[in-house]
């Protein structure tokens, strides 16, 4: 299973025309299926995060222009933290800041 987000203009529902080199970003699923699960999205510039809620949360960062996926985290310690393997620094809230 993958989780799948689609950039579209707001305008027009169709392909975002900044995004044609990939208009469908792909997270593959962590552990197993879950029945419900909860998406919150950020957008700031040319990155997006997607933070998957579900029996295990996963949040994911992307150049959404290129298409280009910047890192993926799982929590660590503390459920508000999640540890990354880029210079991202997540929190809960998905504000995004770059070191």
């Not at 197993?32 to 510039?45: F, W």
């Not at 990155?47 to 996963?58: F, H, P, S």
Request: positive net charge.
């Amino acid at each position: 299973m993958q989780h799948r987000l689609h950039l579209r203009s707001l305008s027009t529902g169709d392909i975002h025309p900044l995004a044609l080199m990939k208009p469908i970003l792909e997270l593959p699923h962590l552990g197993s299926p879950s029945r419900h699960y909860s998406y919150t999205i950020q957008v700031s510039g040319n990155i997006v995060a997607l933070m998957v809620l579900a029996a295990r949360t996963q949040i994911a960062v992307w150049d959404w222009k290129s298409g280009t996926l910047l890192c993926v985290s799982f929590p660590v310690i503390h459920p508000r933290t999640h540890q990354t393997k880029c210079n991202y620094s997540i929190l809960a809230t998905l504000e995004i800041w770059r070191f």
